[in-house]
């Protein structure tokens, strides 16, 4: 994906401070793309994953995701051995290739009522990156409303000059998409998962984007709708339905 922007303004703070979250985005979103090597598993010890993310997290929640990380990337050998390397990517087959432990990474799953993929989300979703003159590399291998894309989607609207008003549009993605149904997943993926290393990257991708969001309300003065509110918000269009027409033999068809 890719979006054009102007500079950031240097005596913007709130740009340059949001550039700075949309990099964390772009991090998590890495760490789901695919099952890790060994090269960046030390990256992360090297950097002391997830010190270096630019958003304290400081909720019950982001504390406890947090200090899970950061235990496992500390705890990660220097030279993992095979078989450490080959569970990791049966646990990443389990959770986004195969579905195995059923947490699919796309919100069609989650809000279709028949729990299947490719469904109106992933249109809404692709909708939105049309906006910005963005599309999913190859949807047929990840679609739209994959949670990769959308990690990277508000990570995108979060760089270059951001105002209020792009501001809006990233809170207004976030509750329409991506947190209607992001910790459902995450939640699905700790519980399920065989390995404590996707299941601290799980934890600690829902617990950032709950309080980016929060952090943005702060920023907008505007609370966030609740789960109610979103779901009514959501809802399709009703159709008109067609008025009856009676039928009596010998006279047709009366309105």
Same mark, same amino acid.
């Given at each position: 994906m890719t979006i054009q922007h102007r500079p950031v303004n240097p005596d913007n703070p709130l740009s340059t401070f949001f550039n700075v979250l949309a990099e964390d985005l772009q991090m998590l979103a890495t760490l789901h793309i695919r099952e890790p090597d060994g090269d960046f598993l030390q990256i992360l010890k090297d950097e002391r994953f997830p010190s270096g993310l630019g958003l304290r997290l400081t909720s019950e929640l982001g504390l406890k995701a947090s200090d899970a990380a950061t235990r496992v990337i500390a705890m990660l050998p220097?030279?993992?051995?095979?078989?450490?390397? %080959? =569970?990791? +990517?049966?646990? &990443? +087959?389990?959770? &986004?290739?195969?579905? !195995?432990?059923? +947490? !699919? #990474? $796309?919100?069609?799953v989650w809000i279709d009522e028949e729990n299947l993929t490719y469904q109106d989300s992933m249109f809404q979703v692709r909708e939105w990156y049309g906006r910005y003159g963005m599309s999913a590399p190859n949807w047929r291998i990840r679609p739209d409303d994959h949670l990769v894309l959308q990690l990277e989607f508000v990570g995108l609207?979060?760089?270059? =000059?951001?105002?209020?008003?792009?501001?809006?549009?990233?809170?207004?993605?976030?509750?329409?998409?991506?947190? /209607?149904?992001?910790? %459902?997943?995450?939640?699905?993926?700790?519980? @399920?998962?065989?390995?404590? &290393?996707?299941? !601290?990257? +799980?934890?600690?991708?829902?617990? &950032?984007? =709950?309080?980016? /969001?929060?952090? *943005?309300? %702060?920023?907008?003065?505007?609370? /966030?709708?609740? @789960?109610? =509110? *979103? %779901? $009514? /918000?959501? @809802? #399709?269009n009703p159709r008109e339905d067609p008025v009856p027409v009676a039928f009596v033999p010998g006279v047709g068809p009366a309105v």
């Open positions: 220097e030279a993992p051995d095979q078989k450490a390397m %080959d =569970e990791l +990517a049966a646990d &990443y +087959a389990g959770i &986004y290739l195969n579905h !195995s432990i059923q +947490a !699919s #990474p $796309e919100e069609s609207l979060l760089t270059g =000059e951001v105002g209020h008003q792009r501001l809006q549009e990233v809170a207004r993605f976030m509750d329409e998409h991506l947190l /209607r149904w992001l910790m %459902d997943f995450t939640e699905r993926v700790a519980a @399920k998962c065989d390995t404590d &290393y996707f299941a !601290s990257v +799980a934890m600690l991708t829902g617990a &950032y984007c =709950e309080e980016l /969001r929060d952090l *943005i309300a %702060d920023v907008l003065n505007q609370p /966030r709708p609740t @789960k109610e =509110e *979103i %779901d $009514e /918000r959501m @809802k #399709p």
